[in-house]
């Protein structure tokens, strides 16, 4: 019996390599991220009905609300939400 054969690693086809196991370290690695101010990134998502700043807006209510005459101008479509979507919005490089 051979030095090899005796190995307790098990065969190369089912150890794996250790980028196939998902941890904090290696989670979205070759995704497509959204840009911090885009509506789904970190920034811009805080100024959504369901963010800190939008949530409060909504919560006051009247004009601040998401339909209201300064809530609409923040949303994807208004034209303060909007230009900020067009112009720091969108994705970011895959990663790796």
Excluded at 1 to 16: A, D, W
Excluded at 23 to 49: H, M, R
Excluded at 54 to 72: N, S, T, Y
């Amino acid at each position: 019996m051979s030095s090899h054969e005796s190995s307790n690693t098990g065969s190369k086809t089912s150890t794996g390599t250790a980028s196939q196991v998902e941890t904090p370290a290696n989670a979205g690695i070759g995704e497509n991220k959204p840009k911090a101010f885009d509506s789904q990134g970190s920034i811009g998502k805080q100024f959504t009905e369901n963010g800190a700043l939008g949530g409060a807006a909504q919560k006051i209510g009247g004009p601040l609300d998401k339909e209201g005459m300064v809530g609409k101008q923040f949303t994807p479509e208004g034209s303060i939400g909007g230009t900020v979507q067009s112009n720091l919005g969108g994705q970011k490089g895959r990663s790796n």
